[in-house]
């Protein structure tokens, strides 16, 4: 084969200038046009041994979808990428491709790597408008096994779970607490990463496949798991997710102003209160803001605080830029819309008026000392370094943790101190028989594609297990 | 879809309804709550279940009218449906035998605490009922408490029904007789229920409050409920909605149920405009 030249940079992907997004939901990154997509699907150097493959953890065959891309095939390109992902345009919008398949491209050595998040955003963006009946035909189902699996949760893990469940013959219900499906892709993740109407999309999708969605149902309250057990359910996926919000424990996080950031971004999100009063529910404006926190979900909750009007927008984190835990992009962006970092700065307590209102947030410097536990430098106070920052707003996003609604009602679940409910890595296997988990539930706050892929680990294992005769555990 | 089976107006501005929602209906117990949709652009209204009918699979609820969600809850009627409702949530009453046990409802508060009432008359109580409103007209469900509670005792600001004077009356009178009372248990206006906990706190007297505090999700994930209960911050909508009344800050949770009071108004402004803007037959078809 001739050797081609291969272009050191990926095709830039066309974006609203900060200027502009700051002024709307809208989403920030626009896609590729089809030339552009073929552009760079041609720098995929279509490897023998496809290390890419080894970083996706729902082992989408990335060299065979960029194939079809470069020669045109768009609809071949997103049966091959549907073959292993069920919700590819959100995929494309959310993985942090840059720590998985784009890490182990072959190209990323010497060049930038193939932009694989942005084909297949853009793969599986041009079937998602189509009316079903333009669709390819799915490939058929396999006949009916017979077993009834429920779902718990209808957020990345359940509803990947689902998708592989139904394709392997199983009736699958996916119960959700919320009145949509999606969870953190709707009520977490902001209209401008991922639009609401993409998730909702996929999740259709879903259903026409033949996954039974009920909403409005709160497994814990309305049902108990042991009730689905003896209800007919031959095993259930538990996908609650780390939904419960961690707050400081410092002075003044009670004050009218103060928020966390689930609640901050459900309000935004899932509510759409940035269109209030078009829509009924109310979230406070503040002018001046500070996120404490520095992962993906303080990046989100800082930008939509600029989205919904605030002059200013403070995010506070206590070590430095390089332990931020968001992606690079989302700080990137943020730092491009004017979001002001303010490194090495813990609060210590939230200063209001009479009528309860946030007046401020008193913080205080820190400086890096001896590695901790998890490897990163442990920030310590500097003294006599207190300050206020005038804010009227505190959007609190420091981590979230289990809920613990499914191991409080569920007789023989095991928890660790962290909350978590303790299962196989590999299977998502319980102490408890026919209860399968995985996402965030089993492994902590994480990301979407993760929990992607636990929800495949765990279908394929619930599949072997329904099967099996002897039903041992 | 969840249909909205009956709906009667108990007083001025306060609407019951009751809904087709058996898989509530068969799980819930008193002092629980649930959360509706009106429709695609609604907020996540919580209200305490007002009782339940596990056999037809229906759950009551009354409201308030008070801002433009439940103003436009209450132009609803039976055949109507409601898009979204969810529960049952939050903790059930701690329901045994205590003893002797006072309670008292206020305004909205009475349908929450009838079912607890019920609950603990049920399991072998003493049950005293207090009820009180602002007057006569708006005083609500009172046969149903009297049905209830072994005693009833009904008081109205202005004495145009029962005793002149507050629900808090007849509670101090109880405990100035020495009555031996075993637990109050208070559901109303938060000014009400803070008012009930100074008259108990300094005989000792165990006080149960149920708190009604601004939320969205009602599972635990937004956190927006919080409330200081002994010092220590704790979420209404997983670890109460009922808690010790004398560990309640009752001011910070005033404070906090004010937290969208601008909005509030403006979106009120905004909908009663857009209403008499509208043709009258429509604005008054269903009365």
Sequence with gaps: MARKEIIPKKHAMPCQTPAERVKNFAEVALGYSEQT????????????RPTCVDGCPVEVDIPGFIARVAAGDFVGAAQRLKEKNLLPSIC???CPQEDQCEARCTLSKKFEPVGIGRLERFVADTQLWLEPAALPPEPPLPPASGFKVAVVGSGPAGLTAAGDLVRLGHRVTVFEALHKAGGVLVYGIPEFRLPKAIVEREVQALQRMGVELRTNFVIGKTETIDELLANSYDAVFVATGAGLPHFMNIPGENLNGVYSANEFLTRANLMKAYRFPEYDTPIHLGKRVAVVGAGNVAMDAARTALRLGAEKVFLVYRRSHEEMPARAEEIEHAEEEGIDLRLLTSPVRILGDKENWVTGCECIRMELGEPDASGRRRPVAVPQSEHVLPVDTVIMAIGQS?????????????????????????TGKTGKRGVFVGGDILTGAATVILAMGAGRKSARAIDVWLRDPERKW | MFPILAARTLAPLVKEFVIDARPVALKAKAGQFIVLRIDETGERIPLTIAGVDATQGTVRIVFLEVGKSTRKLGTLGAGDSLLDFVGPLGNPSHVEKFGTVVCIGGGVGVPAV???????????????????????DLLILEDEMRGACHELFVTTDDGSRGDRGLVTDPLRRFIAEGRKIDLVVAVGPAIMMKAVAAATQPHGLKTVVSLNSVMVDGTGMCGGCRVTVGGQTKFVCVDGPEFDAHQVNFDELMMRQRMYRNQEKTALTRYD???SAQPREEVTSRG
């Excluded at chain 1, 679940?413 to 196989?424: K, M, S, Y």
């Excluded at chain 2, 049920?122 to 409103?133: E, L, P, Q, S, Y």
């Design chain 1, 92 to 94: 494309g919008r959310v």
């Design chain 2, 273 to 275: 405009e857009c209403r």
């Design chain 1, 402 to 426: 289990p809920n613990p609604l499914v191991p409080a009602t569920t007789p023989g679940l095991e928890t660790t101190r962290h909350g978590t409910i303790v299962g196989d890595p590999e």
């Design chain 2, 114 to 136: 009838l079912p607890i009432a019920h609950a603990l008359k049920a399991a072998g109580n003493h049950v005293i009922g207090i009820t009180g409103a602002r007057r006569a």
């Design chain 1, 37 to 48: 997509a073929m552009a760079e699907a041609a720098r995929c150097l279509q490897c023998k």
